[in-house]
């Protein structure tokens, strides 16, 4: 194994027997001629992964992909039936809630007999038990048995003491899909701080969303396979149209998936022209790019509004488009524009502009929904919107959607998604949906906050109390 790889899996490959009758796994047994009397599923099927020291590495796949059970191969919870598997530095596992707990003991002492079972002293949890509590925080349930536990409290309790043992290798199983929105936030603030520290976290979600947000790196199972492993956004993508593709749709995207994955790592390339996107310095190629736009503005780093207004930029375009259904909808004419009908993809923070798209129906539908969505650079999702009411379509209709937004999002590269669906037996469907249909590109402004959304009163009011007002 390499200097640096945390978890290394070569040729890894894990198989149960399944047996069509209960009474089988005993004639197996007593065979004296070793006949077999069961069929080998693979969960696992000649897998090779490094994962580096210090990445986060996010698991997706569908239920029943391999996902658990390559991390308790990684943990050694499991045994491979072939292949190697090598872990480099202290592990802590969140397989399943409670994990490893005894629910007839309390939570405190749960504490101490899952510190026993990963090697540690008594003393040496002595020292990290109120951290463990005060994370936790559930308050005199601590004291009582762990049978009398909510889920939710459950996770609190497994995810204080997993974090709190000072692991190098965190390994999380939809963990944090249990919680209230404030345990969420503080559980992803100490991954931050894992992450920051140099530890290695490898965390299995069905939220596309967390992925993006939370990982460096993103791998796609199925079938026991990896078939893409790459830059988050780039991963996730191709899993949502492998997710929302029907019948024999699903076997042309894994075509698609694996063709790209045989050109080398599924990352973002850099765009030229983008400024602080990805690969670009900030500022430099944003003004190089503009000198080059038939006198238009250049964009200042100080954001002098009276010399900007919004522009195009020709070599800000998405390079990284993801189609879902041509069959029976085309989706064309995509565009951003300014209220007077200019197409721009450089705008100005506090502007109003229209994003536009032609919808052409190869087929009739009833109770069709439209809509959009505007994700960042790392594919979070920063906004979108959908009419609260259906239309209903001929074959050879064409249908012009026009959404008018006030730009509010702060400096840097976003993207716009475009989604049709129908309800078919009570599920939205997916007529047709473009990832990354547009990407735009939000002009730095002078005094303007940070993060995301921009603040309109920039200045606050700041008034000084006197007298009883001070109380």
Sequence with gaps: MRTGTAVFLGDVSKYYKLYRDPGDRLKEALSLTGKVYHEKFYAIRNLDLEIRKGEIVGIVGRNGSGKSTL????????????????????????????SGFNPEFTGMQNIYFYGTILGFTRQQMDEKIGD?????????????????????????????????IDPEILILDEILSVGDALF??????????????????VYVSHSTDEVNRLCTRAVFLHDGRIVLDGEPKTVTKYYEKFLFAKGDNRRRVLKEIRALAARGPAGEKPEAGTGDGPGGSKGADLRKTADRSDGMPVCEPSGVRSRQKAFWIPDLVSK??????????KIGDIAVETLSGEKVNALLTNERYRFRYTLHFGKAFENVNYGMQIMTEKGVLVSGARPPESIDVEAGDRVRICWEFECLMHHGLYYLNIGVNRPVNGE??????????????????????????YLKQQVPEVTFLTGEENH
């Design 184 to 201: 969420k936030r503080k559980s992803y603030a100490k991954m931050q701080e894992f992450f920051e520290s140099g530890k290695t976290i």
């Design 320 to 329: 990284n488009r993801i189609e879902y259904d041509r069959t029976w909808l």
């Design 71 to 98: 991390l308790k191969l990684i943990t050694g919870v499991l045994a491979p039936d072939g292949g190697t598997v090598k872990v480099n530095g202290e592990i802590s596992a969140l397989l399943e809630l409670g």
């Design 132 to 164: 463990i509590v005060a994370f936790a925080e559930i308050g005199e349930f601590i004291h009582q048995p762990l049978k009398t536990y909510s889920s939710g409290m459950k996770s609190r309790l497994a995810f204080a003491v997993a974090v709190h």
């Design 428 to 453: 939205l469907v997916y007529i047709n949906r473009i990832v990354d249909a547009y990407v735009f590109k939000v002009l730095p402004v002078e005094n303007c906050c940070n993060g995301m959304v």
